[in-house]
């Protein structure tokens, strides 16, 4: 196996997790804060087809009616569609769907083990019918490949019709291990770009007027679209909904 591939597939299962996770839930400490699910690691990979984790997570979270956030680059999250429309009635569910390009054969070739982006878009789609908080993570974008006006126009256009609550953009960082990974890559791949990253990126993040003229692209596109860059504000909206349904709840089994 070459190092491009055990990069991408070397996964370690923590098969307890809904064990150690009830533990923590059952606590009197606990105060059902949000938990943010795949924030670093997918846990919607190819992987998880086999073991079925998020199943007997999502079914923790529905019995102690905690509200999560959950990034994904998969479709695979659809196999879970019952839960998580039975979890968003009870309480916040925010579900973000991570989308940089529209270009298939480009995204194949960053994100070998990920959903297409069609297949990506489709999830936000199937989650627009439920109570559940949707959004579009575009990140992140990469300079020079994924940063041109016609494709960031594309996927908030699309995310739009698939009637998205927010939108988050967010640049490259390039530091420790993820540079040498990225400027790998990028060798291997675009060896015309190495240069020019080695520039914007003399230091572990873009250069600043990089990022300032492509956040300024951003807020017009978001603008255009009207898109909120706001994920909190759904989420909270829909927080307080469900704890007024607790107290209702409470009233009528009292009465």
Not at 22 to 30: F, G, M, V, Y
């Amino acid at each position: 196996m070459d190092k491009k591939c055990a990069f991408f597939q070397k996964i370690y299962v923590k098969t307890n997790v809904a064990e150690a996770l009830e533990k923590q839930l059952a606590a009197r400490s606990w105060k059902k804060e949000v938990i943010n699910i795949g924030g670093v690691c997918d846990s919607y990979q190819p992987v998880e087809a086999k073991y079925g984790l998020m199943r007997e997570v999502l079914a923790l979270m529905i019995k102690y009616r905690n509200p999560v956030t959950i990034s994904t680059k998969s479709d695979l999250i659809l196999r879970d569609y019952d839960l998580l429309s039975e979890l968003a009635e009870l309480t916040s569910v925010n579900i973000a769907v991570t989308v940089t390009t529209v270009d298939k054969k480009l995204s194949a070739l960053l994100e070998p083990l990920a959903s297409s982006p069609d297949k990506r878009f489709s999830v936000l789609r199937a989650f627009k019918n439920t109570s559940a908080v949707t959004g579009i993570h575009m990140m992140p974008i990469l300079p020079f490949l994924t940063d041109n006006p016609q494709n960031l126009e594309q996927i908030m256009s699309l995310a739009t019709e698939c009637g998205v609550d927010y939108a988050l953009p967010g640049v490259l960082n390039l530091r420790g291990e993820t540079r040498k990974h990225f400027f790998g890559f990028l060798e291997l791949n675009f060896p015309e770009l190495v240069d020019p990253y080695r520039k914007l990126y003399a230091k572990g993040g873009a250069d600043m007027a990089y990022k300032a003229k492509l956040y300024e692209m951003f807020s017009s596109l978001m603008e255009r679209y009207h898109l909120s860059g706001d994920y909190m504000k759904p989420m909270q909206a829909k927080l307080s909904r469900s704890k007024q349904l607790t107290l209702t709840d409470f009233s009528e089994n009292d009465s």
